[in-house]
């Protein structure tokens, strides 16, 4: 593979898709090519090197990277398509939830290095966080493509495991689903004590940014020693703490809630 401005085939631009292209073309060389069935948003197709609607458009182009992010129902009739745009060197990352490595080597014309990942959508403003696991075909050449790559749009994490994939995807990859549903319950909870929705919303959304960015400052603190340091002995978080964390509600409704979506994850990827 060459060394670095690469050329990229995004196969699939919608939000995922389309999230992470406008971090690249914002935020790298990368020379992008688009293959998507209908025309790209008007400040994407300004920025990228071309569109094509089908893979016929881009046979004489040679591909370093092609990411696949179309939906986990088509991938596989998608990536039967890509023998004009592919060889056995071109890497091919593929951030379809829950469709294996090996259903994917089997749909693709050759033995190439494959990386199977999961963004979130924070990646989108370039705060993803992403993990991937690669086949055996990949070298660490290929690894090290993928995390420049991946980086771009956050932080990268490889893992060892594909099994893993599936913890990961309950934790970070639904995981802004989460907490977008904290500040909902915030919200819910301050009206219910009188504030008008305007102002419950706004204290539960910037309670939630100022403190992931308390989190981010990296100095070591834990969200445990956080925790403790805002909770006085008798006062106002203790008695709301004392609510939220009797009995391990919290904890509990927690591991139910990612065990769910695990297991959901593992039904997709075996259907
Ligand atoms: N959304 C997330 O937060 C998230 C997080 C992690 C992983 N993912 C993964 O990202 C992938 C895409 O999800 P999404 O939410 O971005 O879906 P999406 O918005 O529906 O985007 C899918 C894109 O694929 C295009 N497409 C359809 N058929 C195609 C074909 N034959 N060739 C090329 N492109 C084709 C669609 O184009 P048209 O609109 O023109 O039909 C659309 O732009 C999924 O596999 C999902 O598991 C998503």
Known sequence: MSSSPQTVLVVGCGHMGGA????????????????????PKADIASKIESHSENVEGFKDIHFDIVVLAVKPQIIIDVAKTLRPVLDENTLVISIAAG???SSLQAALPHQQPIIRCMPNLPSS????????????KCLSSHTQ???DLLSVVGSVHVLDDEQDLHSVTAVSG???AYIFHLAECMTDAGMSLGLSHDLAAQLARET???SARLLET???????EYRKSVTSKGGTTQAALEVLMHDD?????FERALKQASERSQELSRS
């Not at 992470?20 to 025309?39: A, D, E």
């Not at 990296?218 to 445990?224: K, L, M, P, R, Y």
């Not at 509600?249 to 409704?253: E, Q, V, W």
């Open 218 to 224: 990296n100095d070591g603190t834990s969200a445990e």
């Open 208 to 210: 939630i940014i100022g």
């Open 145 to 147: 493509h993928a995390q």
């Open 20 to 39: 992470m292209v406008r971090q690249w073309m914002t935020h790298s060389s990368y020379t992008l090519h688009i293959l998507n069935p209908s025309k």
């Open 249 to 253: 509600a919290m904890r509990g409704l």
């Open 99 to 101: 469709v294996t490595l």
């Open 125 to 136: 403003i370039g705060a993803g966080v992403t993990a991937f696991v690669t086949n055996e």
């Open 174 to 176: 639904s995981g802004p």
